[in-house]
């Protein structure tokens, strides 16, 4: 498959490209040149296949210029081997609602899914390429610990992870800062998630940094995490067997939500995706009214979504503006100038798909209350606002995305009811551990000159 920048389609790149840099040097997002649409004959083919053999499916579309599809099925079993549950994800109900339980892997939230696969392409990268790479990434709290457990010990790898000082919760931090492996360094930034996501995109568009050090990125634009995520939705509808479902996805860099989209793009009848935010509400805003302009970032009991500059959004101003790269840049242009209303018409574009709701503090602990007491379900808090949104949409048929382990935030759920999940056992480890990481102050100069010092 080829694939363009939303900034500059003019120029083709392989996946091989895609992957490795995450973001293309012109500071756009990668996409397909174009995109394979299954038709019913196609999906009812996929309809049985285990989830292993339909990530596989649907992977080889995408890298199979880079990947045979029997290596490609071979990492994709061996990254799966430690998740517990056998087929990955697993579907439950909340009442009237079926939840997609997607944190069933080593790190307790779905960024495991697409992670685990990562670290293996990265090692069937390596073992072809004589090259020492660097990963920079920024988390807003479980990116980080996912990409860790992912890339930890594999040789010829570092990875330095950038998550905001003080503002995410202390079994996120431990998880990535109690990890001994050399080829692991924590960086806590005095600033909020955007703040670090500015900087790794900085040093990744200043080119002759970027080059000399190898620099590889696994934030959520990486294409290959999107496409991974892109099998859950279909899995779910084939275990469904209904005609069309809806999703209600908790969103902070649009980036899961961005999957279902591209899953509907390749044919599945989802009917509509729900956006559902927590207070920090740009998405919200963007899709009720067309009103993308951030505001401060506020922290929340869901930290991992304490982000008001959706990166994956680009991808979707790329695909309402007709692929058109010159207006995509445009528009990319006044996002940074901080103001940008969505066009009327493309807003109703935009509405054919997308819903959206916004939960505030009080309203995601009520959440977590009531499904406490009516269901005997303890949510984690990113997941009550997906429950949140798709109540207050009235749509009490959907597929929220259950994003994390309660046990990962146990401050919010002992706020709304005085209880909280425990570490699996294999994780209580990190609870009484050393922890190691280095703070730095918000500046792009400083973050750079660590990390020269490192590789
Ligand atoms: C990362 C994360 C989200 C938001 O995901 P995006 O697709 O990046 O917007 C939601 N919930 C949890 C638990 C997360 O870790």
């Known amino acids: 498959m080829r694939y363009v920048s939303t900034r500059d389609n003019s120029k083709e790149h392989n996946f091989e490209d895609v992957f490795i840099k995450g973001l293309a040097d ?41 990947i045979s599809k029997e290596k490609l099925s071979s990492l994709i079993n061996k990254s799966y081997s430690t998740f517990r549950e056998k087929e990955v994800v697993k579907l ?12 069933h892997g080593p790190t307790l939230a779905f960024k495991d899914i697409a992670m685990q696969f990562i670290g293996n392409l990265y090692e069937y990268y390596l073992s072809k390429n004589d090259k020492k790479i660097n990963i920079v990434v920024a988390t807003s709290g479980d990116t980080g610990a996912a990409a860790i457990d992912a890339i930890k010990g594999r040789s010829n790898l570092n990875i330095f992870v950038l998550h905001p000082n003080n503002k995410i919760s202390s079994i996120q931090r431990k998880l990535m800062t109690t990890v001994v492996e050399k080829n692991v360094f924590n960086i806590a930034i005095d600033g909020n998630f955007d703040d670090c996501q500015n900087i790794v995109k900085s040093m990744f568009l ?35 067997d209904k005609e069309t479902v809806s999703f209600s996805v908790p969103t902070g860099n649009f980036g899961d939500v961005f999957a279902g989209y591209l899953a509907k793009k390749m044919g599945l009848p989802i009917d509509k995706l729900i956006v559902a935010t927590n207070e920090n509400d740009i998405l919200h805003r963007a899709i009720s009214k067309g009103d993308y302009t951030s505001r401060e970032v506020k922290e929340t009991s869901s930290p991992s979504m304490d ?28 996002i940074k100038q901080n103001s940008h209303q969505i066009e009327k018409n493309n807003l109703e574009i935009i509405q054919k798909d997308f819903l959206s709701e916004s939960c505030n503090e009080q309203e995601t602990l009520d959440i977590i209350k009531k499904n406490y007491e009516e269901n005997n379900i303890i949510l984690d808090p990113h997941t009550a606002v997906g429950v949140g949104a798709a109540y207050k949409l009235s749509f009490n048929d959907c597929v929220v995305l259950s994003t994390a382990h309660p046990c990962k935030f146990p401050d919010a759920t002992n706020n709304a009811i005085n209880k909280h999940k425990k570490l699996p056992q294999q994780l209580q480890h990190v609870l009484n551990k050393n922890e190691n990481f280095q703070v730095l102050k918000n500046n792009i100069e400083e973050v750079k000159n660590f990390i020269k010092r490192k590789v």
Do not use: C, H
């Open 206 to 240: 200043d080119l002759e940094f970027s080059k000399s050090i190898n620099m590889s990125g696994v934030n959520s634009i990486n294409w290959a995490r999107i496409i991974t995520q892109t099998v859950y939705y279909f899995y779910s509808y084939f275990r469904l």
């Open 92 to 103: 439950s109900k909340v009442g009237e609602l079926k939840l997609l339980e997607l944190f």
């Open 26 to 66: 012109d500071g756009g997002l990668y996409l397909p040149k174009s995109l394979n649409k299954y038709n019913v004959e196609e999906l009812s083919k996929l309809k049985n296949l285990n989830y292993n053999e339909l990530s596989t499916e649907i992977i080889n579309q995408f890298s199979s210029d880079f």
């Open 307 to 334: 982000i008001q500059l959706a990166s994956n959004f680009e991808r979707l101003i790329y695909y309402i503006n007709n692929s058109d790269s010159k207006i995509t840049a445009d528009i990319m242009k006044k």
